[in-house]
């Protein structure tokens, strides 16, 4: 099925250092949701957004449902060593559709 | 609260031997069910998906399938494995409408010798 198209594709950066992501698409979304997967778990739901233009925060996480309704992106400020994984955005229209993630290393 | 049951965690199979993984969801009624495909931990396929009892759609043509006895119990299956199936196995449930956040279980990493 159809995936987002989610950016970059992975990073490496030093520890307190601000992180941003996003996540387009060619259609527009009802839903904009971000999730981490720690390596040989589940995806776990981090932020879900319900409307356009709504910024959410959760800790040091921030996420925002574009305008558009057809991007969103992800902000992690000061990251430290456990942030470290793979972040996913998923949309939903009529369907349930995922990013292709992010891989992020935090070096200490 | 809710929560979703997978397992095993780790499967090693031969080559054409059959597969059962299974899912189970706790604290909730009627929930959609869903099987995913990770390979590489990158990129979720999606494989199967339920609305009720007994309703499977299937998403990609394959060598598995997926039935839903009850409620929330979902199973992927397979007759034959081919080396082509390993891969890391997820299930994920929803409360039945549309465009509402689906949640993980811990999956199975399924590896064909």
């Known amino acids: 099925g159809q995936q987002l198209n989610q950016s970059p594709q992975s990073m490496f950066i030093q520890e307190g250092e601000d992180v941003s992501m996003n996540c387009t698409s060619s259609?527009?979304?009802?839903?904009w949701l971000w999730y981490k997967q720690e390596p040989g778990e589940g995806p776990v739901l981090l932020i879900a957004?319900?409307?356009?233009?709504e910024l959410t925060s959760n800790g040091r996480l921030t996420a925002q449902f574009g305008i558009t309704r057809k991007d969103s992106f992800l902000n992690i400020s000061a990251s430290i060593p456990s942030d470290v994984g793979i972040y996913f955005c998923?949309?939903?229209?009529?369907?349930?559709?995922f990013g292709t993630g992010t891989s992020l290393t935090v070096i200490p | 609260s809710q929560t979703i049951h997978q397992w095993p965690a780790t499967l090693v199979q031969p080559v054409g031997s059959p597969l059962s993984l299974e899912c189970t969801v706790e604290?909730?009624?009627?929930?959609?069910l869903y099987w995913y495909r990770q390979a590489a931990g990158r990129g979720l396929q999606l494989l199967f998906y339920s609305v009720g009892i007994g309703q499977i759609s299937s998403e990609v043509p394959q060598n598995l399938s997926a039935s839903r006895p009850q409620d929330r119990q979902f199973i992927l299956s397979s007759k034959k494995l081919l080396l082509s199936d390993s891969g890391f196995y997820l299930c994920?449930?929803?409360?039945?409408?549309?465009?509402?956040?689906?949640?993980f279980g811990d999956g199975t990493r399924l590896s064909i010798l």
């Open positions: 957004l319900y409307k356009a233009g």
């Open positions: 994920a449930w929803s409360v039945s409408r549309v465009a509402q956040p689906q949640h």
């Open positions: 998923a949309g939903t229209g009529n369907q349930f559709y």
């Open positions: 259609s527009i979304f009802n839903t």
């Open positions: 604290g909730t009624s009627n929930p959609n």
